[in-house]
């Protein structure tokens, strides 16, 4: 296992903390182990989608919830009385608990979640607030001029002198 100290980091750059406890946990995330497998991809400009192979649970035994920028997706298999009675020749699927967690960029928001087939799909979408959205700027053909009264006379003058 490779570890990293972003010690020099720190030291030189002001504001980037939360970067760097990013890459931290990433490096942190990737030693676990792969269950459940999952994908995740883009459908659209703004648009995501996680796919989380989840075979063998139902609605009610997963979790998904968002905290600060945190998706945790948990599966908490419940104690099955015709389980416990069945007796297998091989066991392929593993209904274990788990818990898996996304770090979610700024503005990205959980729009829905589907359980069909084994596959959880959780929908994510990017909402920029209007203020950081671009906005287009029109652009003059020159300063307005302003006509008024000094001492009698009739003079114009441009916007800025007034």
Do not use: C, W
């Amino acid at each position: 296992m490779r570890t990293y100290d972003f010690t020099p980091l720190y030291r030189s750059a002001v504001g980037f903390d939360r970067l760097a406890n990013l890459l931290e946990s990433a490096a942190r995330t990737s030693s676990e182990s792969g269950y459940p497998p999952y994908n995740i991809e883009t459908t659209g400009e703004n648009a995501y989608r996680i796919e989380i192979a989840v075979a063998g649970f139902t609605p009610d035994e997963l979790n998904i919830e968002v905290k600060e920028n945190l998706l945790t997706v948990t599966g908490r298999k419940t104690a099955n009385d015709d389980a416990t009675q069945k007796t297998y020749l091989h066991r392929g699927l593993a209904e274990r608990d788990f818990e898996r967690r996304f770090q979610l960029a700024d503005y990205v928001v959980v729009t829905e979640a589907n359980l069909v087939n084994g596959l959880l799909s959780i929908a994510l979408k990017r909402e920029l607030p209007e203020a950081l959205k671009p906005r287009r700027i029109e652009i003059g053909a020159g300063t307005p001029l302003i006509e008024g009264q000094v001492d009698g006379k009739t003079e114009k003058k441009t916007a800025k002198a007034a």
